[in-house]
Protein backbone atom coordinates (compact mmCIF):
# COMPACT_ATOMS: atom_id res chain seq x y z
CA UNK A 1 0.00 0.00 0.00
CA UNK A 2 1.22 3.00 -0.81
CA UNK A 3 -0.21 4.89 2.39
CA UNK A 4 0.76 3.44 5.68
CA UNK A 5 -1.31 5.64 8.54
CA UNK A 6 0.85 5.96 11.95
CA UNK A 7 -0.87 4.17 14.97
CA UNK A 8 -1.59 6.52 17.14
CA UNK A 9 -1.73 3.86 20.06
CA UNK A 10 2.02 3.12 20.15
CA UNK A 11 3.36 6.35 17.61
CA UNK A 12 5.67 7.48 20.33
CA UNK A 13 7.78 9.13 17.88
CA UNK A 14 4.92 11.65 16.43
CA UNK A 15 4.75 13.41 13.19
CA UNK A 16 7.21 16.10 13.41
CA UNK A 17 10.31 13.81 15.10
CA UNK A 18 10.42 11.34 12.31
CA UNK A 19 13.40 11.19 9.47
CA UNK A 20 12.83 11.42 6.27
CA UNK A 21 14.65 11.07 2.93
CA UNK A 22 15.54 14.57 2.27
CA UNK A 23 17.06 15.21 6.16
CA UNK A 24 19.36 12.15 5.67
CA UNK A 25 20.24 13.57 2.41
CA UNK A 26 20.65 17.00 3.48
CA UNK A 27 22.92 15.60 6.92
CA UNK A 28 24.75 14.01 4.24
CA UNK A 29 25.44 16.25 2.00
CA UNK A 30 27.00 18.74 5.30
CA UNK A 31 25.80 17.88 8.99
CA UNK A 32 25.87 21.92 9.74
CA UNK A 33 23.10 22.33 6.43
CA UNK A 34 21.22 20.27 7.96
CA UNK A 35 21.26 22.10 11.70
CA UNK A 36 21.22 25.31 10.39
CA UNK A 37 17.73 24.09 7.84
CA UNK A 38 16.38 21.57 10.81
CA UNK A 39 17.02 22.71 13.97
CA UNK A 40 17.66 26.59 13.85
CA UNK A 41 15.03 26.64 11.02
CA UNK A 42 16.30 28.79 8.31
CA UNK A 43 14.73 28.86 5.15
CA UNK A 44 16.15 28.76 2.12
CA UNK A 45 15.52 31.89 -0.29
CA UNK A 46 12.39 30.76 -2.57
CA UNK A 47 12.72 31.32 -5.96
CA UNK A 48 10.45 30.66 -8.71
CA UNK A 49 11.94 27.49 -9.99
CA UNK A 50 11.07 25.33 -6.64
CA UNK A 51 7.41 26.47 -7.37
CA UNK A 52 7.32 25.27 -10.53
CA UNK A 53 8.31 21.78 -10.29
CA UNK A 54 4.95 21.91 -7.55
CA UNK A 55 3.09 23.03 -10.74
CA UNK A 56 4.46 20.43 -13.07
CA UNK A 57 3.60 18.00 -11.01
CA UNK A 58 0.62 18.55 -10.10
CA UNK A 59 -0.62 19.27 -13.01
CA UNK A 60 0.28 16.28 -14.41
CA UNK A 61 -1.51 14.35 -11.43
CA UNK A 62 -4.94 15.99 -11.86
CA UNK A 63 -4.59 14.78 -15.44
CA UNK A 64 -3.87 11.33 -14.61
CA UNK A 65 -7.25 11.99 -12.45
CA UNK A 66 -9.28 12.26 -15.00
CA UNK A 67 -10.80 10.24 -17.34
CA UNK A 68 -11.59 11.05 -21.40
CA UNK A 69 -15.09 9.16 -21.06
CA UNK A 70 -16.44 11.98 -18.79
CA UNK A 71 -14.42 15.12 -19.55
CA UNK A 72 -13.87 17.02 -22.98
CA UNK A 73 -10.15 18.13 -23.67
CA UNK A 74 -11.33 21.79 -23.37
CA UNK A 75 -12.84 21.64 -20.20
CA UNK A 76 -12.22 23.69 -17.55
CA UNK A 77 -9.55 22.81 -15.37
CA UNK A 78 -11.82 22.50 -12.06
CA UNK A 79 -14.77 20.29 -13.78
CA UNK A 80 -14.17 17.68 -11.05
CA UNK A 81 -15.67 18.69 -7.47
CA UNK A 82 -13.16 18.85 -5.02
CA UNK A 83 -12.67 15.28 -3.65
CA UNK A 84 -14.65 15.06 -0.26
CA UNK A 85 -12.26 14.74 2.68
CA UNK A 86 -12.05 13.40 6.19
CA UNK A 87 -11.57 15.25 9.29
CA UNK A 88 -7.85 14.68 8.51
CA UNK A 89 -7.45 15.98 5.33
CA UNK A 90 -7.64 12.55 3.66
CA UNK A 91 -10.20 11.25 1.00
CA UNK A 92 -13.20 10.60 3.00
CA UNK A 93 -13.47 6.69 3.20
CA UNK A 94 -16.84 7.20 4.67
CA UNK A 95 -18.60 9.47 2.02
CA UNK A 96 -21.89 7.85 0.90
CA UNK A 97 -22.94 10.52 -1.68
CA UNK A 98 -21.61 10.89 -5.07
CA UNK A 99 -17.86 12.14 -5.69
CA UNK A 100 -16.65 14.19 -8.33
CA UNK A 101 -16.83 11.52 -10.86
CA UNK A 102 -20.32 10.35 -10.26
CA UNK A 103 -21.75 13.84 -10.65
CA UNK A 104 -20.68 14.06 -14.72
CA UNK A 105 -22.51 12.31 -17.34
CA UNK A 106 -20.57 9.79 -19.01
CA UNK A 107 -19.63 10.99 -22.40
CA UNK A 108 -20.87 9.54 -25.94
CA UNK A 109 -18.62 6.82 -27.02
CA UNK A 110 -18.46 9.03 -30.43
CA UNK A 111 -16.69 11.85 -28.03
CA UNK A 112 -13.84 8.81 -26.59
CA UNK A 113 -10.12 8.91 -28.28
CA UNK A 114 -9.93 6.17 -30.78
CA UNK A 115 -6.18 5.52 -30.57
CA UNK A 116 -3.03 6.06 -28.53
CA UNK A 117 -2.12 9.27 -30.30
CA UNK A 118 -5.94 10.78 -29.51
CA UNK A 119 -5.65 9.64 -25.95
CA UNK A 120 -2.44 11.59 -25.64
CA UNK A 121 -3.77 14.33 -27.25
CA UNK A 122 -6.60 14.63 -25.02
CA UNK A 123 -4.45 14.29 -21.83
CA UNK A 124 -1.66 17.07 -23.45
CA UNK A 125 -4.70 19.57 -23.94
CA UNK A 126 -5.81 18.32 -20.44
CA UNK A 127 -2.26 19.23 -18.21
CA UNK A 128 -1.78 22.00 -20.20
CA UNK A 129 -4.82 23.45 -18.88
CA UNK A 130 -4.06 22.58 -15.39
CA UNK A 131 -0.34 23.97 -15.59
CA UNK A 132 -1.72 27.10 -16.36
CA UNK A 133 -4.10 27.21 -12.97
CA UNK A 134 -1.46 25.33 -11.04
CA UNK A 135 1.13 27.37 -12.37
CA UNK A 136 -1.16 31.09 -11.34
CA UNK A 137 -1.82 29.47 -8.09
CA UNK A 138 1.97 28.78 -7.18
CA UNK A 139 2.84 32.42 -8.06
CA UNK A 140 0.22 33.60 -5.54
CA UNK A 141 2.06 31.33 -2.94
CA UNK A 142 5.52 32.11 -4.10
CA UNK A 143 4.67 35.88 -3.92
CA UNK A 144 2.80 35.78 0.08
CA UNK A 145 6.13 34.01 1.03
CA UNK A 146 8.19 36.33 2.99
CA UNK A 147 11.81 34.63 2.08
CA UNK A 148 10.43 35.02 -1.78
CA UNK A 149 13.29 35.62 -3.97
CA UNK A 150 13.53 36.10 -7.68
CA UNK A 151 11.47 37.03 -10.49
CA UNK A 152 8.44 35.24 -11.26
CA UNK A 153 7.81 36.81 -15.08
CA UNK A 154 11.53 36.87 -15.83
CA UNK A 155 12.66 32.98 -13.68
CA UNK A 156 9.60 31.26 -15.29
CA UNK A 157 9.59 29.80 -18.84
CA UNK A 158 6.50 28.68 -19.67
CA UNK A 159 7.61 26.77 -23.29
CA UNK A 160 9.87 24.91 -20.72
CA UNK A 161 7.12 24.36 -18.02
CA UNK A 162 4.80 22.98 -20.73
CA UNK A 163 7.43 20.79 -22.20
CA UNK A 164 7.98 19.57 -18.84
CA UNK A 165 4.40 19.05 -18.38
CA UNK A 166 3.94 17.06 -21.70
CA UNK A 167 7.01 14.76 -21.70
CA UNK A 168 5.75 13.53 -18.22
CA UNK A 169 2.29 12.77 -20.10
CA UNK A 170 4.00 11.20 -22.71
CA UNK A 171 5.71 8.68 -19.82
CA UNK A 172 2.59 7.80 -18.58
CA UNK A 173 1.22 7.08 -21.86
CA UNK A 174 4.30 4.67 -22.72
CA UNK A 175 2.84 3.17 -19.51
CA UNK A 176 -1.14 2.79 -20.77
CA UNK A 177 0.26 1.61 -24.10
CA UNK A 178 2.30 -0.63 -22.74
CA UNK A 179 -1.07 -1.94 -20.35
CA UNK A 180 -3.49 -2.01 -23.52
CA UNK A 181 -0.73 -4.68 -24.94
CA UNK A 182 0.08 -6.88 -21.67
CA UNK A 183 -2.04 -6.86 -19.37
CA UNK A 184 -4.29 -9.59 -18.77
CA UNK A 185 -7.74 -10.65 -19.42
CA UNK A 186 -8.04 -11.33 -15.59
CA UNK A 187 -7.00 -8.25 -14.01
CA UNK A 188 -9.79 -6.01 -16.99
CA UNK A 189 -12.14 -9.09 -15.62
CA UNK A 190 -11.42 -7.97 -11.88
CA UNK A 191 -11.37 -3.95 -12.69
CA UNK A 192 -14.57 -4.19 -14.18
CA UNK A 193 -16.25 -6.58 -11.66
CA UNK A 194 -15.23 -3.20 -9.60
CA UNK A 195 -12.07 -3.99 -7.81
CA UNK A 196 -10.44 -1.15 -6.33
CA UNK A 197 -7.69 -1.20 -3.79
CA UNK A 198 -7.13 -0.25 -0.23
CA UNK A 199 -5.58 2.78 -1.31
CA UNK A 200 -6.58 3.45 -4.85
CA UNK A 201 -5.53 5.30 -7.53
CA UNK A 202 -7.47 8.95 -7.46
CA UNK A 203 -9.94 8.78 -9.96
CA UNK A 204 -12.59 11.05 -8.44
CA UNK A 205 -14.21 7.96 -7.37
CA UNK A 206 -15.21 6.26 -3.83
CA UNK A 207 -13.33 3.46 -2.03
CA UNK A 208 -15.49 0.76 -3.40
CA UNK A 209 -17.46 0.44 -6.36
CA UNK A 210 -19.90 -2.01 -7.37
CA UNK A 211 -19.39 -3.24 -11.55
CA UNK A 212 -17.26 -0.09 -13.03
CA UNK A 213 -19.04 2.46 -14.40
CA UNK A 214 -16.69 2.30 -17.73
CA UNK A 215 -16.58 -1.16 -17.98
CA UNK A 216 -16.92 -2.71 -21.48
CA UNK A 217 -16.69 -5.94 -22.99
CA UNK A 218 -13.91 -8.39 -24.65
CA UNK A 219 -10.57 -7.53 -24.60
CA UNK A 220 -9.32 -4.32 -23.29
CA UNK A 221 -10.11 -1.22 -24.76
CA UNK A 222 -7.71 1.80 -24.69
CA UNK A 223 -10.31 3.64 -22.43
CA UNK A 224 -9.80 0.90 -19.80
CA UNK A 225 -6.54 0.78 -20.09
CA UNK A 226 -6.49 4.38 -19.10
CA UNK A 227 -8.02 3.68 -15.78
CA UNK A 228 -6.52 0.71 -15.62
CA UNK A 229 -2.63 1.77 -15.78
CA UNK A 230 -3.30 4.96 -13.84
CA UNK A 231 -0.88 5.17 -10.49
CA UNK A 232 -1.44 6.25 -6.93
CA UNK A 233 -0.73 8.83 -6.12
CA UNK A 234 -1.33 11.80 -3.58
CA UNK A 235 -4.98 12.77 -4.06
CA UNK A 236 -4.57 17.12 -5.13
CA UNK A 237 -7.21 17.86 -3.11
CA UNK A 238 -5.56 16.10 0.11
CA UNK A 239 -4.03 18.25 3.03
CA UNK A 240 -0.67 18.12 2.49
CA UNK A 241 1.32 15.22 4.38
CA UNK A 242 -1.65 13.20 5.09
CA UNK A 243 -0.60 10.66 2.50
CA UNK A 244 2.03 9.49 4.31
CA UNK A 245 3.90 5.82 4.34
CA UNK A 246 5.04 5.67 7.78
CA UNK A 247 7.15 3.49 9.32
CA UNK A 248 6.11 0.82 11.07
CA UNK A 249 7.68 1.50 14.42
CA UNK A 250 6.99 5.48 13.64
CA UNK A 251 10.16 6.84 12.85
CA UNK A 252 10.49 7.19 9.49
CA UNK A 253 8.39 8.31 6.81
CA UNK A 254 7.86 9.10 3.10
CA UNK A 255 5.67 10.34 0.05
CA UNK A 256 5.76 8.54 -3.23
CA UNK A 257 4.79 10.25 -6.25
CA UNK A 258 3.32 7.11 -8.75
CA UNK A 259 2.93 4.19 -7.92
CA UNK A 260 2.49 1.71 -10.59
CA UNK A 261 0.47 -1.27 -9.39
CA UNK A 262 -1.22 -2.51 -12.84
CA UNK A 263 0.28 -6.34 -14.25
CA UNK A 264 1.26 -6.94 -10.93
CA UNK A 265 4.08 -4.83 -10.45
CA UNK A 266 4.90 -2.44 -7.61
CA UNK A 267 7.21 0.45 -9.20
CA UNK A 268 7.51 3.85 -7.47
CA UNK A 269 8.43 6.70 -9.50
CA UNK A 270 9.74 9.86 -9.03
CA UNK A 271 9.33 13.04 -10.63
CA UNK A 272 11.91 15.50 -10.96
CA UNK A 273 10.80 18.79 -12.93
CA UNK A 274 14.52 19.21 -13.98
CA UNK A 275 17.32 18.68 -16.56
CA UNK A 276 18.99 16.13 -13.76
CA UNK A 277 22.67 17.31 -13.93
CA UNK A 278 23.27 18.86 -10.72
CA UNK A 279 24.74 17.27 -7.45
CA UNK A 280 20.79 17.09 -6.23
CA UNK A 281 20.91 13.94 -9.03
CA UNK A 282 23.19 12.17 -6.59
CA UNK A 283 20.61 12.55 -3.78
CA UNK A 284 17.45 11.34 -6.06
CA UNK A 285 19.39 8.01 -6.18
CA UNK A 286 19.70 7.51 -2.55
CA UNK A 287 15.77 8.93 -2.01
CA UNK A 288 14.74 6.06 -4.42
CA UNK A 289 16.58 3.45 -2.22
CA UNK A 290 15.47 5.15 0.78
CA UNK A 291 11.74 4.55 -0.66
CA UNK A 292 12.49 1.10 -1.69
CA UNK A 293 13.62 0.60 2.12
CA UNK A 294 10.26 2.29 3.58
CA UNK A 295 7.91 -0.05 0.57
CA UNK A 296 9.87 -3.11 1.79
CA UNK A 297 9.50 -2.50 5.48
CA UNK A 298 5.71 -2.05 5.01
CA UNK A 299 5.06 -4.56 2.95
CA UNK A 300 6.61 -7.88 4.55
CA UNK A 301 9.52 -7.26 3.06
CA UNK A 302 8.06 -8.22 0.01
CA UNK A 303 10.91 -5.81 -2.17
CA UNK A 304 9.88 -3.29 -5.27
CA UNK A 305 10.22 -4.47 -8.70
CA UNK A 306 11.54 -1.13 -9.74
CA UNK A 307 12.39 2.74 -9.23
CA UNK A 308 12.23 5.53 -11.59
CA UNK A 309 13.69 9.03 -11.85
CA UNK A 310 11.38 10.79 -14.59
CA UNK A 311 13.58 14.05 -15.39
CA UNK A 312 11.11 15.58 -17.14
CA UNK A 313 13.69 18.39 -18.19
CA UNK A 314 15.45 15.99 -19.97
CA UNK A 315 12.50 13.73 -21.43
CA UNK A 316 14.53 10.62 -19.79
CA UNK A 317 13.91 7.98 -17.49
CA UNK A 318 16.64 6.75 -14.97
CA UNK A 319 16.05 3.95 -13.36
CA UNK A 320 17.84 2.91 -10.10
CA UNK A 321 18.77 -0.80 -8.95
CA UNK A 322 16.70 -1.77 -6.82
CA UNK A 323 18.36 -2.81 -3.49
CA UNK A 324 19.37 -6.37 -2.44
CA UNK A 325 17.87 -7.67 0.46
CA UNK A 326 20.92 -7.58 2.33
CA UNK A 327 21.51 -3.93 1.46
CA UNK A 328 17.99 -2.93 2.31
CA UNK A 329 18.41 -4.64 5.66
CA UNK A 330 21.65 -2.33 5.63
CA UNK A 331 20.07 0.80 5.01
CA UNK A 332 17.23 0.22 7.61
CA UNK A 333 19.94 0.02 10.15
CA UNK A 334 21.61 2.97 8.82
CA UNK A 335 18.50 4.69 9.03
CA UNK A 336 17.23 3.94 12.45
CA UNK A 337 20.83 4.72 14.03
CA UNK A 338 20.50 8.33 11.94
CA UNK A 339 17.07 9.01 13.37
CA UNK A 340 18.24 8.31 17.04
CA UNK A 341 21.11 10.56 16.06
CA UNK A 342 18.72 13.27 14.88
CA UNK A 343 15.78 13.03 16.03
CA UNK A 344 15.84 11.13 18.86
CA UNK A 345 17.05 13.86 20.80
CA UNK A 346 17.97 17.09 18.36
CA UNK A 347 21.61 17.15 18.69
CA UNK A 348 24.45 20.40 20.03
CA UNK A 349 25.89 22.67 17.23
CA UNK A 350 29.03 20.61 18.24
CA UNK A 351 27.45 17.53 16.90
CA UNK A 352 26.89 18.84 13.79
CA UNK A 353 30.10 20.07 11.67
CA UNK A 354 31.11 21.58 8.77
CA UNK A 355 31.51 19.08 7.11
CA UNK A 356 30.93 19.21 3.23
CA UNK A 357 30.56 16.31 1.33
CA UNK A 358 32.26 17.04 -2.28
CA UNK A 359 30.13 18.27 -5.11
CA UNK A 360 29.03 15.11 -7.34
CA UNK A 361 28.36 15.98 -11.02
CA UNK A 362 26.08 14.56 -13.42
CA UNK A 363 24.82 15.38 -17.19
CA UNK A 364 21.45 15.36 -18.31
CA UNK A 365 18.89 12.69 -16.99
CA UNK A 366 21.40 12.27 -14.34
CA UNK A 367 23.92 10.47 -15.74
CA UNK A 368 27.13 10.52 -13.55
CA UNK A 369 29.54 12.70 -15.41
CA UNK A 370 33.78 12.29 -15.12
CA UNK A 371 33.64 16.74 -15.45
CA UNK A 372 35.03 18.42 -12.23
CA UNK A 373 32.03 20.73 -10.27
CA UNK A 374 32.71 24.30 -11.33
CA UNK A 375 31.71 25.38 -7.50
CA UNK A 376 32.48 23.72 -3.80
CA UNK A 377 29.74 23.05 -1.71
CA UNK A 378 30.25 26.58 0.03
CA UNK A 379 29.98 28.26 -2.23
CA UNK A 380 26.60 27.30 -3.41
CA UNK A 381 25.23 27.34 0.25
CA UNK A 382 22.75 30.07 1.11
CA UNK A 383 24.07 30.06 4.85
CA UNK A 384 28.14 30.63 3.86
CA UNK A 385 27.66 34.07 5.13
CA UNK A 386 27.15 33.52 8.50
CA UNK A 387 28.90 29.23 8.55
CA UNK A 388 32.62 28.91 10.01
CA UNK A 389 32.99 26.90 6.82
CA UNK A 390 31.68 29.62 4.58
CA UNK A 391 33.03 32.88 4.79
CA UNK A 392 32.55 33.79 8.72
CA UNK A 393 35.59 33.69 10.03
CA UNK A 394 34.31 35.89 13.26
CA UNK A 395 32.72 34.56 16.51
CA UNK A 396 28.80 34.99 16.90
CA UNK A 397 27.38 36.71 19.48
CA UNK A 398 26.40 35.03 22.93
CA UNK A 399 24.69 37.38 25.10
CA UNK A 400 26.35 39.85 27.01
CA UNK A 401 26.55 43.71 27.59
CA UNK A 402 26.35 46.02 25.13
CA UNK A 403 26.69 50.07 25.00
CA UNK A 404 24.13 51.80 23.30
CA UNK A 405 24.79 55.33 21.78
CA UNK A 406 22.65 57.74 24.18
CA UNK A 407 22.71 55.60 26.91
CA UNK A 408 24.88 55.89 30.13
CA UNK A 409 24.38 51.75 31.30
CA UNK A 410 25.09 49.02 29.29
CA UNK A 411 21.83 46.90 28.58
CA UNK A 412 22.23 43.17 29.10
CA UNK A 413 21.61 40.75 26.22
CA UNK A 414 19.78 37.02 26.49
CA UNK A 415 21.56 34.59 24.68
CA UNK A 416 18.77 32.89 22.05
CA UNK A 417 18.95 29.71 23.16
CA UNK A 418 18.05 31.25 27.34
CA UNK A 419 15.40 32.95 26.29
CA UNK A 420 12.02 31.52 28.20
CA UNK A 421 9.35 31.51 25.79
CA UNK A 422 6.78 29.68 27.78
CA UNK A 423 5.63 30.38 30.85
CA UNK A 424 2.88 29.29 33.28
CA UNK A 425 0.86 31.44 35.65
CA UNK A 426 -2.18 31.19 37.78
CA UNK A 427 -5.42 33.23 38.72
CA UNK A 428 -9.26 33.32 38.98
CA UNK A 429 -11.56 33.53 36.12
CA UNK A 430 -13.39 37.00 36.19
CA UNK A 431 -14.84 36.77 32.74
CA UNK A 432 -15.21 34.16 30.14
CA UNK A 433 -16.01 35.19 26.46
CA UNK A 434 -16.95 32.28 24.38
CA UNK A 435 -17.15 31.90 20.75
CA UNK A 436 -14.36 30.05 18.01
CA UNK A 437 -11.94 31.62 19.83
CA UNK A 438 -13.03 32.03 23.34
CA UNK A 439 -11.06 34.45 25.70
CA UNK A 440 -11.04 34.19 29.31
CA UNK A 441 -9.88 37.08 32.39
CA UNK A 442 -8.00 35.90 34.75
CA UNK A 443 -7.08 38.14 37.64
CA UNK A 444 -4.32 38.07 40.76
CA UNK A 445 -6.75 39.89 43.52
CA UNK A 446 -8.40 43.30 42.12
CA UNK A 447 -5.21 44.76 40.71
CA UNK A 448 -3.83 42.33 37.98
CA UNK A 449 -5.58 40.83 34.99
CA UNK A 450 -4.75 39.17 31.86
CA UNK A 451 -6.19 38.20 28.94
CA UNK A 452 -5.96 34.61 27.90
CA UNK A 453 -6.98 34.31 24.13
CA UNK A 454 -7.80 30.62 23.64
CA UNK A 455 -6.23 30.55 19.59
CA UNK A 456 -6.37 26.47 19.43
CA UNK A 457 -9.17 23.93 20.86
CA UNK A 458 -6.98 21.13 20.94
CA UNK A 459 -4.13 20.08 23.64
CA UNK A 460 -1.21 18.85 21.41
CA UNK A 461 -1.55 15.44 23.20
CA UNK A 462 -5.09 15.30 22.66
CA UNK A 463 -8.28 16.96 25.30
CA UNK A 464 -9.03 20.54 25.00
CA UNK A 465 -7.12 23.34 25.68
CA UNK A 466 -9.68 24.93 28.16
CA UNK A 467 -11.92 22.99 30.16
CA UNK A 468 -15.41 23.22 28.32
CA UNK A 469 -17.07 23.95 31.95
CA UNK A 470 -15.37 26.68 32.92
CA UNK A 471 -16.81 29.41 34.98
CA UNK A 472 -16.57 32.96 36.57
CA UNK A 473 -14.77 32.63 40.02
CA UNK A 474 -12.85 28.87 38.86
CA UNK A 475 -9.46 29.18 39.81
CA UNK A 476 -6.92 27.98 36.84
CA UNK A 477 -3.34 27.72 35.92
CA UNK A 478 -2.52 28.56 32.25
CA UNK A 479 -0.01 26.48 31.17
CA UNK A 480 3.06 27.07 28.69
CA UNK A 481 1.64 30.17 26.91
CA UNK A 482 3.48 32.66 24.76
CA UNK A 483 3.43 35.60 27.54
CA UNK A 484 3.19 39.27 26.17
CA UNK A 485 2.83 42.83 27.22
CA UNK A 486 0.67 44.88 24.79
CA UNK A 487 1.18 48.98 24.02
CA UNK A 488 -1.57 50.00 26.24
CA UNK A 489 0.38 47.71 29.06
CA UNK A 490 -1.98 44.63 29.04
CA UNK A 491 -0.93 41.62 30.12
CA UNK A 492 -2.07 38.64 27.32
CA UNK A 493 -1.54 34.89 27.48
CA UNK A 494 -1.66 33.01 24.00
CA UNK A 495 -2.97 29.60 24.29
CA UNK A 496 -1.72 27.36 21.07
CA UNK A 497 -1.95 23.82 20.69
CA UNK A 498 1.22 23.45 22.77
CA UNK A 499 -0.21 25.16 25.69
CA UNK A 500 -3.80 24.56 28.25
CA UNK A 501 -5.82 26.16 30.72
CA UNK A 502 -6.44 23.68 33.49
CA UNK A 503 -8.80 24.28 36.65
CA UNK A 504 -6.15 24.14 39.68
CA UNK A 505 -6.30 21.69 42.42
CA UNK A 506 -5.90 21.63 46.29
CA UNK A 507 -2.08 21.44 47.20
CA UNK A 508 -1.30 23.23 43.86
CA UNK A 509 1.42 26.11 43.83
CA UNK A 510 0.41 29.43 42.80
CA UNK A 511 2.11 31.44 40.07
CA UNK A 512 1.93 35.14 39.87
CA UNK A 513 0.57 37.06 36.88
CA UNK A 514 4.09 39.10 37.92
CA UNK A 515 6.43 36.31 37.31
CA UNK A 516 6.49 36.23 33.78
CA UNK A 517 9.24 38.40 32.20
CA UNK A 518 7.50 39.44 28.41
CA UNK A 519 10.51 41.95 26.98
CA UNK A 520 14.02 41.17 26.18
CA UNK A 521 17.02 42.36 24.67
CA UNK A 522 19.39 39.93 22.21
CA UNK A 523 22.48 40.60 19.94
CA UNK A 524 23.29 37.95 16.89
CA UNK A 525 24.19 37.78 13.12
CA UNK A 526 21.77 38.50 10.68
CA UNK A 527 20.80 35.60 8.47
CA UNK A 528 18.33 36.82 5.84
CA UNK A 529 15.83 39.65 6.00
CA UNK A 530 12.41 38.75 5.27
CA UNK A 531 9.16 40.78 4.02
CA UNK A 532 5.52 40.59 3.85
CA UNK A 533 3.47 42.64 2.28
CA UNK A 534 -0.66 43.24 2.09
CA UNK A 535 -3.77 45.10 1.45
CA UNK A 536 -6.46 45.06 4.13
CA UNK A 537 -9.52 47.07 4.76
CA UNK A 538 -7.37 49.78 6.67
CA UNK A 539 -4.75 49.85 3.16
CA UNK A 540 -1.58 48.77 2.62
CA UNK A 541 0.37 46.60 5.06
CA UNK A 542 4.08 45.25 5.21
CA UNK A 543 5.42 43.04 8.33
CA UNK A 544 9.52 43.37 7.81
CA UNK A 545 11.86 41.20 9.79
CA UNK A 546 15.17 39.35 9.75
CA UNK A 547 16.06 35.91 11.32
CA UNK A 548 18.99 36.55 14.04
CA UNK A 549 21.43 33.82 15.40
CA UNK A 550 23.85 33.34 17.95
CA UNK A 551 26.67 30.80 18.80
CA UNK A 552 23.73 28.27 20.57
CA UNK A 553 20.41 29.54 19.38
CA UNK A 554 18.42 31.36 16.86
CA UNK A 555 15.10 33.96 16.65
CA UNK A 556 13.07 34.85 13.85
CA UNK A 557 12.03 38.85 14.86
CA UNK A 558 8.89 40.07 13.15
CA UNK A 559 7.29 43.57 13.32
CA UNK A 560 5.39 46.42 11.29
CA UNK A 561 7.04 48.05 9.01
CA UNK A 562 7.15 51.55 11.26
CA UNK A 563 8.53 49.83 14.80
CA UNK A 564 11.62 48.68 12.69
CA UNK A 565 12.88 52.22 12.40
CA UNK A 566 15.96 53.46 9.97
CA UNK A 567 18.46 51.02 10.23
CA UNK A 568 16.46 48.48 9.56
CA UNK A 569 16.82 48.98 5.55
CA UNK A 570 20.72 49.25 5.71
CA UNK A 571 20.89 45.63 7.25
CA UNK A 572 23.13 43.02 5.67
CA UNK A 573 23.20 39.35 5.98
CA UNK A 574 26.06 39.11 8.17
CA UNK A 575 25.58 42.60 9.96
CA UNK A 576 26.10 42.14 14.28
CA UNK A 577 22.61 43.55 15.86
CA UNK A 578 20.67 44.49 19.10
CA UNK A 579 17.58 44.58 19.13
CA UNK A 580 15.70 45.80 22.22
CA UNK A 581 12.64 45.11 24.18
CA UNK A 582 11.19 42.40 21.69
CA UNK A 583 8.06 40.60 22.66
CA UNK A 584 7.83 36.37 22.56
CA UNK A 585 5.07 35.09 19.99
CA UNK A 586 4.88 31.61 18.03
CA UNK A 587 2.81 29.10 17.24
CA UNK A 588 3.52 25.13 18.75
CA UNK A 589 7.44 25.01 17.50
CA UNK A 590 7.79 28.16 15.60
CA UNK A 591 8.86 30.91 18.08
CA UNK A 592 9.08 34.19 17.12
CA UNK A 593 10.21 37.72 18.62
CA UNK A 594 7.38 40.99 18.22
CA UNK A 595 8.94 44.16 17.63
CA UNK A 596 6.85 46.78 18.89
CA UNK A 597 6.75 50.45 18.89
CA UNK A 598 9.15 50.79 22.08
CA UNK A 599 11.82 48.07 20.38
CA UNK A 600 14.98 48.98 19.08
CA UNK A 601 17.38 47.85 16.10
CA UNK A 602 20.82 48.91 16.51
CA UNK A 603 23.59 47.78 13.85
CA UNK A 604 26.85 47.03 15.75
CA UNK A 605 29.84 48.15 13.90
CA UNK A 606 33.29 46.75 14.28
S1 LIG B 1 28.86 26.84 4.16
FE1 LIG B 1 29.71 24.80 3.79
S2 LIG B 1 30.11 23.96 5.83
FE2 LIG B 1 28.70 25.67 6.07
S3 LIG B 1 26.65 24.80 6.04
FE3 LIG B 1 27.13 25.42 3.98
S4 LIG B 1 27.99 23.59 3.03
FE4 LIG B 1 28.08 23.25 5.22
Redesign the pocket.
Known amino acids: MPVRLPNPELDFVGQYNRLSASQVNTWK?????W??EKVRRFVMPQIPILYVGRAVEEAICKTLKESPSLIVSSAPADIYAPTPLDDEGRPDRNYDKKWPAEQLLLLAKSKWPTDSDSLLEWANQRVLSHLTVCLEAMRIEWSKHDRKAGDWEADVDMDRCERMARNGIRLHMDEVNSCMKTVRQEEVDAWRAGKRDFWPAPDGRGYSIDVHPLAQTGPVTLIEAWEIARPWFVDPDAKPFMMNAVHPEHWFQGEYDLVYRWGGQKKIVDIKASLGNSDRSGDYVEQLRMYAYLWWITHDKEPVDSLEIWYLAADTIKTIEVPSEQELEELGAELHSMWSQLREETPRIERCP???APMRSFGPGGVPSDDAPKM???QR????HV?????FKDEHPNGGSFHLPGLVTETEGTPLDEIKTRHTVTGQVHAIISGNRPRITIAEGNSAFADVQIQASEYKDGGPTMPEDLKKGDVVCVENAFFQINYKGALILKVDPFARVVRMQDGDEEISLHTPRARWNIIGTVVYRTEKRGVSARGDWCRKGLMLMDEFGSLKVEGWQADWGTQYDMLKPGDRVVITNIGIDGWAALTKGEMYRSSRLHILHD
Open positions: ACPRLYYPDPSRCCDWSCPGGE
